[in-house]
């Protein structure tokens, strides 16, 4: 069974820089978690779950416009682990954060995601 836990949200100020963390386990990963198009979503109030950002094995990592040149996912195979460094924040990015896969690759059951709340 596939378990994601996700960590590093915050309160922070309009300007501000957080990252997040996602550790990846379950059996599936024994021998290929590099094969996996692992990705950051998130939700706001009243509003559908969006993909920011996804990354691959070998190709380069896609942003959704609207975290373009703002936010950097990477991820660290040997620790089972994807990232999400968000600067230049801003009141839109608020929402829960959640990683996941990604269609291509396999979705898997989501987890409890982390709050992120910009304002001032």
């Known amino acids: 069974q596939v378990q994601l836990m996700e960590s590093g949200g915050d309160l922070v100020k309009p300007g501000g820089s957080l990252t997040l963390s996602c550790v990846v386990s379950?059996?599936?990963?024994?021998?290929?978690?590099?094969?996996?198009?692992l990705g950051w979503y998130r939700q706001a109030p009243g509003r559908q779950r969006e993909l920011v950002a996804r990354?691959?094995?070998?190709?380069?990592?896609f942003y959704d416009d609207s975290v373009k040149g703002r936010f950097t996912i990477s991820r660290d195979n040997a620790k089972r682990a994807i990232y999400l460094q968000m600067d230049n924040l801003k009141p839109e990015d608020t929402a829960v954060y959640y990683c996941n896969g990604f269609p291509t690759t396999g979705l898997f059951n989501w987890g409890q995601g982390t709050q992120v709340t910009v304002s001032s």
């Open positions: 990354i691959g094995r070998s190709d380069s990592p």
């Open positions: 379950g059996s599936i990963f024994a021998s290929s978690f590099d094969a996996y198009i």
